[in-house]
């Protein structure tokens, strides 16, 4: 059999082509920290109230979101491992490592789950069980103050809203409070204001004034999140009076209870919990039986 004999020059352009085609590969458009919040929100790893955030930096993605107040160390750990196996699997190029914070608005603390691409994949393929897995990953909660980050100031990322520079996941941190806070009805226009004077700071490379200014806005925040809590527990006060008293008309009237005293201390053991929302749920639930 012969071999067609290919010109010089179409051979030419068949192998410039060819290097425009990798070049065009190679700049491809890096990936956004919206598309991997997007990523997780689809897979419905988080619950559609909870604020997630993201950045990436020296391919690894650091993911903020809030702790579930029901969830324990254990189902931290299997959050986050659902979280990296996502965008791992998703982005299997650009991602060798994955961070996620949990963060306890209201005790300001917050949890670290790290990851590794390799332990992920060998997840997925079977080499490693969910417990083996498990058992090697460290689960680290630390006060809000404190960053077990090492100092970002010198490398490049790429995150929501947020300046690439010193104190990073500290600043994530504090966004994510105050999302939190403008999901519960707060007005967080002083805030978002008072947070784009730390972003002005970092890309003035004003190192002193980010770590000034986030210290005295996190205070902030840990006051306005005090008052909601005072708030919610007058607020709660009051609802166990009312119930209290429509209880109490009940039973005057010559009425029999619809429900047991059981249920009257367990709303009790709602309230001395700090189980606030519980507690509401259960005698708004009880009332309407008396009606």
Known sequence: MSLVKVPAVLLLL???????????????????????VIVIRNAKIVTADAPVRASLINQEAIITTKRNPKANDKDCKIEAIMIGKVLVDTYSKEILRVKVLFSDYENQKYTSVSLSKGDLTAFGDGKLNQDELLNSLQLTTFKEDVSPFSDRASESGTTTGISPGPLLDKRLLLLSRIESLKQKGTNV??????FNTIEDAVKNSDEEKVKSLSASLSEKLNDQEKMRQQAQVTGLKNEVLRFQTHIQQHVLSGKKLPF????????QQLVVAGKNAEAKALMDSLERTMR
């Open 189 to 194: 226009k002083a805030y978002m204001d008072y």
């Open 14 to 36: 068949i192998c410039t082509n060819s290097i425009f085609a990798t070049a065009a590969l190679a700049e491809a458009p890096a990936i956004t920290p919206s598309e991997m």
């Open 260 to 267: 047991d005293l059981g249920q009257i201390q367990r709303v």
